[in-house]
């Protein structure tokens, strides 16, 4: 019947186009009317918006039909005025989704010299294998179509192709191989525009490759390529564009006297790839006369500002983030009088703000984020900017008046500068488009309210500004996705009116003195923090309404009662903090099934019974603190199943009983911090567990410079701007030194402790610990360990702290271990050693107290002489009950300000430094690195203090 029915099509459009060509008025031929038709029905048109479309998007196809067998008049179908044949097909922004098979009558339109599939949704589809059979082509356009697969080799075919654009259908959906990438270059001899950014290409780029003379633009951004890049590429006579951004490419400028010629690149993008320093000083004697967009992100670029960049008289877009320059930025942008955007963000400048600056009546985005610039800032003497990021400097003194006229401000970055006065609503009550305001921990106060509204405000950051109230304009706010009002001095209770916003999903009110939970917008949350306020009770029934929270901290208050099951069952949550509350009872055995919790904190509670089974379901788990409460029960060997776990704290418990064997081989091979201290485990040191601890061996494997546990980003695609790093959520440590709790933040992965003291562990330690030699923190205190200090323990080379007090050890101090030449605090005390003392390296620097209760030691630092015996005059029972300076850590996981941010990443990032001993000193939360080399700095002047001193 339907082949009946076609037949009768055929001959209708047949009979049509006689009597039509008849008249000399040629309509779409039937041959290609029937493949559209064929491939309309092959796919769906509803699907939802895609990226880069208009508001106002519809499926063209619905106008594709039978009615009018004319394809020529259909939506996005363009005809051949002689012919009739379709030579042109844009279907972009079309709402289809489907899958274009093989043989799709798509094929059959072998006269189509241009095709636009682009921003459709075919995630189901492999990439199309017949676009080969369409040789005519000469413009293509598949971008953002969501494809997956490989690339056929017939792609190369297509050799009249002025245009290709694959672009954006991201790795690892859709890969070009090597030689499908070369022949590209090698055939496609016409192409003018070349776009295949984001592909898995994966491979590097032949120095001999030949690029078509004819080329203009080419965007190869984010496509994994790497090795040299060919210099010719520079040398292309018609080149305006060329995007290389996000690669392992390693660029140097040909060797060319470039200033002979006027050359066309009009944009140049090498940010974040492996770019030759020298390449800066050759722009400089370079004619680039053309250049408008110049970005040099993430090239690691070192010294000072390059002032060549007062000659691009014509640049428009300037980006120099994420470098190492350092230095004033010179006044040199008087003549660039066209620059409408400004990056230059995280990178060392100091001194005053460019004064310029503000004479550039065409500059839209200024980003000085992240420097150490400091003084005063100046009046502006342009409003046209749009977006003023200065935050995370050393800016001081008053907001200038100029501010307030700024009336095209939407985005208004100034936190974390030591700026000083009152600011209010008033100060931004003109900016109609104001929609991100951040002056968290700026030094400014927020002062009062006022009638005043700003209705497209997405973001409010006023953290620390000594706010006593919630903002009134907040109210009338209804687009407001982000509030962090952390640090402040609210007290009471929410507003009523704060459940009635519709968008809210970030909430960070921790560090006030709210009392209680009721009144949140429960139904749109993903990311609330109300740690160290002052909440009592049970947690509200609402609470379980919220299906979208991925992170919930409310550490550190005064919460009671158990623990609803529901916290436990929300499918999307991946952190969730409940330490230092009065939570009692039972932990719920209600984990899912494919739960995604990254991390858990019920620290200091007063939680009983014993570790949930169901825990096993959270495969993604990788923190578990669970220390401080009143939980009874054996080592649950089940646990070798969370395989991610890196850090298990179950400190300050009533576990009991010996740790047994394992039947995984090798049990969490990513752990870095193992805490089973002040319990009651017994038997022999639980070695086969440590044996599985990879993460703590082979130290140059894992060591993996200033990388972070959870690197996992939810991006909520608020805004394209480049706001980030407006709150990380970051966890960090808590060291309880005699009896004196402290918080400190950022831990850096590559810290790793092993603490089991205070047990009643006993027998020998096993030479195998030596072979953990990535480990920076041992405790063994406070058991019954006997035997000899192994030998072995010398491998163990960055080890820092070792804490063997209060046991039973036997034998001398093994000289092997003065060549443990990072290891700043050691204590043996309270043991039954004998023998002299080693006398070199980091042994000069400790003092008596790493000795005392060995009356047989002898030798500096001690009074004893070896050859002359004399008692140790402290008795071992005086000193049983005093704590050790190891035994003393509290090893625990602390959300801190994640505030809001367009871009939230959760991380756990743990580093100790020792400095000053016994304290520890860990990194703040501001620049790691500076701050890791001044410790190391620190120390070794110390020690070298300490080492002379003796001598002498």
């Not at 009002?485 to 507003?495: A, T, V």
């Amino acid at each position: 019947m339907e082949r009946i029915i076609l037949s009768l099509i055929i001959l209708f459009v047949y009979a049509v186009e006689v009597v039509c060509f008849s008249f000399g008025d040629p309509l779409c031929s039937s041959h290609d009317s029937l493949a559209l038709l064929q491939f309309k029905h092959s796919l769906n048109a509803t699907g939802d918006h895609q990226y880069d479309c208009p508001n106002y998007f519809y499926a063209k196809t619905t106008s594709w039909n039978t009615s009018s067998m004319d394809c020529c008049r259909w939506d996005g179908v363009i005809c051949d005025s002689f012919t009739g044949h379709v030579i042109g097909l844009d279907l972009s922004c079309s709402r289809l989704e489907g899958t274009i098979h093989p043989n799709s009558s798509l094929f059959q339109l072998r006269h189509l010299q241009t095709l636009d599939l682009s921003s459709n949704n075919f995630s189901g589809s492999q990439f199309p294998q017949g676009i080969g059979q369409l040789v005519s082509l000469t413009h293509l356009n598949l971008s953002y179509c969501w494809f997956k697969g490989r690339i056929p080799l017939g792609m190369s075919h297509l050799s009249n192709l002025v245009s290709l654009d694959l672009s954006d259908n991201y790795y690892p959906f859709v890969h070009l191989s090597q030689d499908v990438f070369n022949m590209l270059f090698q055939n496609l001899t016409k192409l003018e525009l070349l776009s295949l950014s984001h592909l898995n290409i994966s491979s590097s780029i032949p120095m001999n490759l030949s690029f078509s003379s004819s080329l203009r633009y080419l965007n190869l951004d984010n496509t994994y390529l790497q090795g040299d890049l060919p210099k010719n590429i520079f040398l292309l006579p018609n080149l305006e564009t060329l995007r290389l951004s996000g690669n392992y490419l390693t660029v140097s400028l040909p060797e060319f006297n470039w200033s002979s010629s006027t050359h066309s690149l009009r944009e140049l993008d090498l940010s974040f790839n492996n770019v030759s320093g020298g390449i800066l000083n050759s722009l400089g004697t370079t004619t680039l006369k053309a250049l408008k967009i110049l970005r040099l992100s993430g090239c690691n670029f070192a010294g000072p500002f390059p002032e060549f960049i007062g000659n691009l008289s014509q640049i428009t877009q300037l980006d120099l983030s994420d470098n190492y320059l350092d230095g004033k930025i010179p006044d040199v942008f008087s003549n660039l009088q066209m620059l409408t955007s400004l990056s230059l963000k995280n990178n060392n400048f100091t001194g005053p703000f460019p004064s310029s600056l503000v004479n550039l009546t065409n500059l839209q985005v200024l980003r000085l984020r992240n420097n150490s610039l400091s003084g005063t800032l100046p009046e502006f003497k342009t409003n046209s900017i749009e977006i003023l990021d200065l935050s995370r400097n050393q800016f001081s003194g008053p907001i200038p008046r100029s501010l307030r006229h700024l009336l095209n401000l939407t985005v208004v970055f100034l936190g974390q500068n030591k700026l000083s006065g009152e600011i209010g609503a008033e100060m931004f009550s003109s900016m109609t488009n104001l929609q991100y305001l951040d002056l968290s921990n700026s030094g400014l106060s927020w002062s009062g309210n006022i009638n005043t509204t700003f209705p497209l405000l997405y973001y409010l950051g006023l953290g620390s500004c000594r706010v006593k109230d919630f903002p009134d304009f907040i109210f009338n706010s209804k687009k407001l996705w982000i509030l962090d009002l952390s640090e402040n001095e609210i007290h009471g209770q929410f507003p009523k009116w704060f459940g009635s916003f519709g968008d809210l999903v970030n909430l960070n009110l921790s560090h006030n003195y709210l009392t209680s939970l009721d009144h949140l917008p429960w139904a749109t949350m993903m990311i609330l923090d109300l740690q160290s306020n002052s909440l009592t009770g049970p947690l509200p029934s609402p609470i379980c309404t919220s299906t979208s929270l991925y992170i919930i901290n409310l550490s550190y208050n005064n919460l009671s009662a158990e623990i609803p099951n529901c916290l436990f069952t929300f499918s999307r949550l991946v952190v969730l903090d409940l330490r230092a509350n009065n939570f009692h009872g039972p932990i719920p055995n209600k984990f899912p099934k494919n739960s995604g919790l990254v991390h858990i904190s019920l620290s200091k509670n007063q939680l009983e019974g014993s570790i949930p089974t169901s825990l096993v379901n959270c495969t993604s788990l990788k923190v578990l603190d669970l220390g401080n409460n009143k939980i009874q029960s054996t080592f649950p060997p089940w646990l070798e199943t969370l395989q991610e776990l890196e850090a298990l704290i179950l400190k300050s418990n009533r576990f009991y009983g010996p740790i047994v064997a394992f039947k995984t081989k090798s049990p969490f091979p990513n752990m870095r911090i193992f805490d089973l201290s002040d319990n009651s485990f017994s038997g022999s040191l639980p070695m086969e567990v440590l044996k599985g601890f990879k993460a703590m061996m082979y130290m140059d494997a894992h060591k993996s410079g200033l990388e972070y546990y959870v690197e996992e980003t939810i991006n909520f695609g608020i805004s394209s701007y480049d706001v980030l790093y407006r709150g990380l959520y970051v966890e960090s440590m808590i060291l309880v030194m005699k009896n004196q709790e402290t918080k400190f933040n950022k831990i850096l992965k590559i810290f790793t402790t092993i603490d089991l003291s205070r047990n009643k562990f006993e027998g020998e330690i096993p030479k195998f610990i030596g072979n953990l030699n990535s480990l920076l923190l041992l405790n063994l205190s406070h058991n019954n360990l006997t035997g000899q200090i192994p030998v072995e323990m010398r491998n163990m080379s960055t080890l820092e702290a070792l804490d063997l007090s209060f046991n039973h050890l036997t034998g001398k101090i093994p000289v092997e271990l003065a060549s443990l030449t990072f290891l700043a605090v050691l204590n043996l005390s309270y043991n039954h050693l004998v023998g002299p003392i080693p006398q070199s390296n980091q042994f000069n620097t400790f003092q008596n107290d790493s000795y005392f209760g060995n009356s047989d030691l002898c030798g500096l630092p001690l009074s004893n002489e070896c050859g002359h015996h004399k008692s140790s005059s402290v008795p071992v029972e005086q000193e049983e009950d005093e704590p050790s300076f190891l035994s003393e850590m509290t090893w625990q996981s602390v959300l801190i300000g994640y505030g809001s941010g367009l871009t939230f990443g959760f991380g756990i990032a743990y580093l100790i430094y020792l400095f000053e001993r016994p304290r520890w000193f860990i990194d703040s939360f501001e620049t790691i690195t500076h701050e890791m080399i001044y410790i190391v700095q620190r120390a070794r002047k110390r020690r070298r203090r300490n080492f002379h001193r003796r001598r002498h």
